[in-house]
Nanobody, 115 residues
Framework: QVQLVESGGGLVQAGGSLNLSCAAS????????MDWYRQAPGQQRERVAK???????IYADSVKDRFAISRDNSKKTVYLQMNSLKPEDTAIYYC?????????WGQGTQVTVSS
């Protein structure tokens, strides 16, 4: 079955960096676009980055020039490099993909940025 497992979250000071990973299994990873979302307390879940099968990257305005999404199809993993972190980046981060017309989510990884 489809599984998405995030890792790499933690506590970091403002201005710091984290690199999130999402390991995928149960589907042909290279054939599907992948996304990173986040959800802060009391807020709606929002997409922060997308990477297509062809390597096209799309970012939310709030993270553009600070975050970088990448993928390694041989490892079936999608990454989110987060630099210059701000307290407002504090959220649970999820990777996601639409596989066979169904949207799948990982369990999420907590990112906390202290001021």
């Amino acid at each position: 079955q489809v599984q998405l497992v995030e890792s790499g979250g933690g506590l970091v000071q403002a201005g710091g960096s984290l690199n999130l990973s999402c390991a995928a299994s149960g589907f042909d990873f290279g054939a599907f676009h992948m996304d990173w979302y986040r959800q802060a307390p009391g807020q709606q879940r929002e997409r922060v980055a997308k990477i297509t099968t062809g390597g096209i990257r799309i970012y939310a305005d709030s993270v553009k020039d600070r975050f970088a999404i990448s993928r390694d199809n041989s490892k079936k993993t999608v990454y989110l490099q987060m630099n210059s972190l701000k307290p407002e980046d504090t959220a649970i981060y999820y990777c996601s993909g639409i596989i066979a017309s169904r949207k799948y989510w990982g369990q999420g990884t907590q990112v906390t940025v202290s001021s």
